[in-house]
């Protein structure tokens, strides 16, 4: 039997609220009507082949890509609904630095590599208005720990770390900030089926501990099934399922999930 993720809080007001988005490419509907919501603490799985239009949909609700049409919406720690289309480029970095973190396929992505590890979790600190050295050092120190760095690579360079080390290096680089909501775009995509594993134990130890919403777009559906509570398929730009994960996974009902669930058991 797998393992569940944890029961998801069952709250009033949804944290992340997207309504029938649209983008085209040309002729290529990239998101065709596409409807989610995210609740804190809840970790949703965006599932599909390659195009299905999982990736684009994750930069649309991070802001980092506009719709063609339709609206996402932002609940702030107070409670005070944001419409990301309304909000300017300065309000949405600091969204990014505070609320938000986004954690890339590719690590480089999200790393500065000419910076020392520290100094890549120290930056996103003094972003959001540390000052101390001392202390921020010491939350780097932690922060390190946490993902199973060791603290003594501190003042080492992310580019004489595997590719493993990076990607824990940038959960821990967007994590120190204790942001409420964490995009996801396949963090265990390129790395060896040994370190995928601890990689995703780590993440699950993490979102768990911290109650963190994560929205996660992987195409590995073992992936979904360890962290999501719920789960959303995709094809041509449209999500033709959804629902609770373990509902989703072993029993299907749309014909795409059916085969997606199906090349995975055969596998």
């Known amino acids: 039997m797998s393992a569940s993720p944890m029961e998801a809080p069952l709250l009033e007001a949804p944290l992340l609220e997207a309504s029938d988005l ?9 998101l065709d009507g596409v409807s989610l919501a995210i609740w804190p603490g809840e970790v949703v799985a965006i599932v599909g082949e390659s195009g299905s239009g999982k990736t684009t949909l994750l930069r649309v609700l991070s802001g980092l890509l506009p719709p063609d049409a339709g ?9 005070r609904a944001q419409r990301l289309e309304a909000m300017g480029e300065a309000a949405l970095r600091r969204l990014h630095r505070t609320d938000w973190g986004f954690v890339h396929q590719n690590p480089r992505d999200g790393l500065r590599l000419g910076v020392s590890a520290g100094g890549n979790i120290g930056e996103r600190l003094m972003a959001t208005g540390a000052r101390h050295y001392g202390s ?24 004489t770390f595997s590719g493993g080390m990076q990607q824990r290096l940038q959960i821990a680089r967007t994590l120190v900030t204790h942001p409420r909501l964490i995009f996801m775009d396949e963090p265990t995509g390129g790395l060896d089926v040994s370190v995928q594993a ?31 509570h719920r789960i959303l398929v995709m094809r041509h730009g449209k999500v033709v399922e959804e629902g609770l994960t373990d509902r989703v996974l072993d029993d299907p009902q749309h014909a795409y999930t059916q085969l997606l669930v199906a090349s995975v058991l055969a596998a």
Do not use: K, N
């Open 22 to 30: 649209a983008l085209r490419y040309g002729a290529v509907p990239a």
């Open 71 to 79: 609206s996402v919406l932002y609940r702030d720690p107070e409670g």
């Open 136 to 159: 921020i050092r010491e939350a780097a120190i932690a922060w390190l720990r946490r993902v199973e760095i060791d603290p003594a690579r501190i003042d080492a360079l992310p580019r």
């Open 198 to 228: 601890r990689l995703l134990d780590l993440i699950r130890a993490l979102v768990a501990d911290l109650g963190l919403a994560v929205l996660l777009v992987t195409h590995d559906i073992a992936a979904a099934r360890l962290l999501a």
